[in-house]
T-cell receptor, first 113, second 113 residues
Framework: NAGVTQTPKFRILKIGQSMTLQCTQDMNHNYMYWYRQDPGMGLKLIYYSVGAGITDKGEVPNGYNVSRSTTEDFPLRLELAAPSQTSVYFCASRPTSGVNEQFFGPGTRLTVL | AQSVSQHNHHVILSEAASLELGCNYSYGGTVNLFWYVQYPGQHLQLLLKYFSGDPLVKGIKGFEAEFIKSKFSFNLRKPSVQWSDTAEYFC???????????WGAGTKLIIKP
């Protein structure tokens, strides 16, 4: 298993540009999450999904959108990039039952200038 | 509001010193507790977790943590640290059957060789 994969690893955007951060997991996990990590702030939940076709807002959803058309994929969309969205973005997944550990991807470092 | 506090943002120790990192949460109901570690340049990995039973849990690489319900705490310990333990450590709490984890701000641990 590749686990949770994210692309790209790094990206620089100009203010107002848009982009999609990709996240894929091959563990057949129903739950998937998008976090942003800012220095000294821990992880903040942006959006999460409990299964294909179902998404919900987390703590900091403004400026982002998600979709979950398949179990494997959970892309995060930034429509109008702003400097405040400069951060490291992590995708995670976990199974519905049993072990409740979240498995993380390697992250995407995004800079908005 | 529910929150997770990690009191030390930076800790510097010499090799072979003992380690204790604090984690407190504010919630009176049932909790699942986690410690994750992020080594430099790598993604988050689970160190250990508590769901029920023995409040002293052992994780990977010689780490352990003790859940003290009366103190709402889940402190991470290691009797003798190594240079390779240099990393950022995050405490996370799942409250009741919530889908989300609430994360602490993280503690950067630097071990001097």
């Amino acid at each position: 298993n590749a686990g949770v994969t994210q692309t790209p690893k790094f990206r620089i955007l100009k203010i107002g540009q848009s982009m999609t951060l990709q996240c894929t997991q091959d563990m057949n996990h129903n739950y998937m999450y998008w976090y942003r990590q800012d220095p000294g702030m821990g992880l903040k939940l942006i959006y999460y999904s409990v299964g294909a076709g179902i998404t919900d807002k987390g703590e900091v959803p403004n400026g982002y959108n998600v979709s979950r058309s398949t179990t494997e994929d959970f892309p995060l969309r930034l429509e109008l990039a702003a400097p405040s969205q400069t951060s490291v973005y992590f995708c995670a997944s976990r199974p519905t039952s049993g072990v409740n550990e979240q498995f993380f991807g390697p992250g995407t470092r995004l800079t908005v200038l | 509001a529910q929150s997770v506090s990690q009191h030390n943002h930076h800790v510097i120790l010499s090799e072979a010193a003992s380690l204790e990192l604090g984690c407190n949460y504010s919630y009176g109901g049932t909790v699942n507790l986690f410690w994750y570690v992020q080594y430099p340049g790598q993604h988050l990995q689970l160190l250990l977790k508590y769901f029920s039973g023995d409040p002293l849990v052992k994780g990977i690489k010689g780490f352990e943590a003790e859940f003290i319900k009366s103190k709402f705490s889940f402190n991470l310990r290691k009797p003798s640290v190594q240079w390779s333990d240099t990393a950022e450590y995050f405490c996370a709490v799942r409250m009741d059957s919530n889908y989300q984890l609430i994360w602490g701000a993280g503690t950067k641990l630097i071990i001097k060789p």
